[in-house]
């Protein structure tokens, strides 16, 4: 039984000799990444509970759902615009100087940096340590990179909310636990990292928390969070059971002396992190919450529950690479939970009408690409795809985040109520917001999958990669592999469709708004237009540094457009490799599987983008044709398929009937029967038993002194009768 | 001889007791007490003269507690009956729960 490996023991774990040898690249202030940002939530937040003190109205105010109701803003916003984002571009141009040296350096091992010994009791030993490779460095950018633009987005989105340093002091503490998860060293690291951002994904979500509905979201969002800890919490156990350590490198350097490859703890170990993972990256059947977590202001959105903390699964995924590739049923699992609820989140997106809610299946979509590709092997891809839907993912939140703010001044001003996230309510957007109008097609486009937008690269990377561990000779899961990749291009068809139909209700066709509210509706102001412009840049050209070298060295001339060929592989090739070599040991080489038969991925690529493109157009067509109603004049749910999807495939109440309230009435039981009668009867009891002999007692005080007398006579001659006779 | 004066001893101690339990008037009571002491007193004194002078000395020291006492309880007992006027115990009643 391997499960014997558990009992502790002093393991001689080979250390990789290249580990020593990365010396030769010094980082440049690594702990200045995550001190600035703490640094900003500090004074942040000290402004903000200054800002709460010295004027009860703006605590009362301070919780007003409505963020658009004091006409200027006050004293109290001057120091959080500058520390918010200030702090996050610091951080960038620290991460921006590291990856410069690392890039420069040729690093084959991750330079670990420790600082002190955190926890250590007994054999665990768990250090206060941030460990830099490319994987990290990749992450600390796109962090570090997307937050600024997004904390420059928030100084317009929140500019007139009376909460706004507090805002600003949950986002830096934000990036400061999400780059703590991506840069710490160890299991233990990167689980402070999971839980700091898992808090504070609450609290931006139920950041307008006098709104019950949005207080219960953050909650909901919290609970389902904990099942997924869980697992996390126990796969840790388990490594540490068998490695007696929860450091990266010396689990991945003794993975495969500690551990049978396809044995059980390998499989238990990966099964229980995904677990995880599908509770932080709100895959099936814990993306539940997600879609609720809109809740939040839109900014919060676009970087937590878009662009960095819900691809944390992905990262600790593709981190434990080495473990996966060591565990061929668990990465069936990972990439079938990913191609499934990838293939549900698109159909329930077809059939939504919030703005927001649209964006966050069509997140979970996009999430569950990423752990197909990771789950396939394919880490780098996966990573890519995170990388690229950071960029365009964000992109559409904050310019749905613009179009939002835009129809609730407009709606505001027009004295309705109407519903300003509801794409019924709008329409014809395209007008007076044109930068949004341009850079959300731009990452629509890119979303689809449309040549040469950063989408297409990654995502077809993923569905490619698919296609081609189908193929592979020594792969048990072969035809496994190819329902996903089928399914897996299904979905991509789906995701053109549903972001088509977004544009099409918000952006084209007739205002919906209302005669009154379409006056005032702008475009948004220049701080919030130029993340956006630049975002959109990112979403055009991220992809390019990925470009396959078949793809670039098939097509004559290319090379000039896009000379990144693989740039991405290679400067991963040193975290990924030990993963890659494992699998294609195991599964045969994939290089050899080659789906299309000979026609390559040339061939693949035009088809795709075909596909992609045909559906974006005949979508585009035929719902520009349609006209829709607002949301007020607008008919009851439909019945049938479409109510089914409009419903979320009735997830919400399926749970709700087979785990809420047989957990309420459970709780109801004991409450009543196991602590109100046992418990408290018991305690109930006693205090009754007491009094009762108390006063059966306190009849013996007559207050006569001569039954005293008697008493004490009795007494004396009962000791002096016990005295005599014994 | 000792045991004659120990008899007479425990028979004095025994009605003061009695007294004490059965009788209602305070003024008896406290003349009942007083027997008692003396009963012991007697007892001190019969034992003396085989154990040594110790206990002649006790005696003087129980006559003079009894003296003190005697004053102090004779002028309660006068406060109470200036108050119930009556010195009968089983109408003082009021330190109970």
Redesign the interface.
Known sequence: MEFAAFAPGPYTVVQDPAVQEAAGWEPFLPGLLLLLPLAGFIANGWLALRAASRSASALRTGADPDPFQGATPPRTHRWPTWIGPGALLLAFLVAMANFVGMSGADLHAPVVVPYWSWIATGSLEISAAIQLDQLSMLMTLVVTGVGFLIHLFSVGYMREDPGYPRYFAYLNLFVFFMLILVLGANYGMMFVGWEGVGLCSYLLIGFWFTDREKADAGKKAFIVNRIGDFGFLVAMFLLFGVFGTLDFQTIFAGAEQQMVAGGATVTLVTLLLMLGAAGKSAQLPLHIWLPDAMAGPTPVSALIHAATMVTAGVYMVARSSVLYAMAPASQAVVAGIGVLTALVAATIALRQHDIKKVLAYSTISQLGFMFLGAGIGAFTAAIFHLMTHAFFKALLFLGAGAAIHSMHHALHRAGSHADPQDMRNMGGLKTPMRTAWIAMWIATLAIAGIWPLAGFFSKDEIIWYTAAWAGAPDNPFGGLYTVYWIVAILTAMLTAFYMTRLMVMTFHGRSRVGAQARAHLHEAPRVMTIPLIVLAVLSVFGGWINVPAALRESVPGLYGVLPMSEWLHHWLEPVTHRATELQTAALGDKAHADPLAGLGEVAWALMSTLAAALVVVWAFRRLSARRYAPAAESGPPPGGLRGFLANKWYFDEIYDRGIVRPLVALSRWCWRAVDAAIIDGTVNLVGYATRLAGFAA?LF??????TY??AL?LGVLLILGAAVLL | MLSHALMLSAALFVIG?LG???R?NAIIIFLCIELQLNAVNLAFVALSRYTGIEGQLYVFFVMTVAAAEAAVGLAIIIAIFRHYKTVN??Q??????
């Not at chain 1, 005080?701 to 001569?706: E, P």
């Not at chain 2, 003082?92 to 729960?97: A, E, M, Q, S, Y």
């Open positions: 306190s005080q007559t207050g006569q002194a001569t007398a008697f006579t | 007791t004490v339990v059965v209602r115990v089983d003082f009643n009021l330190l109970k729960w």
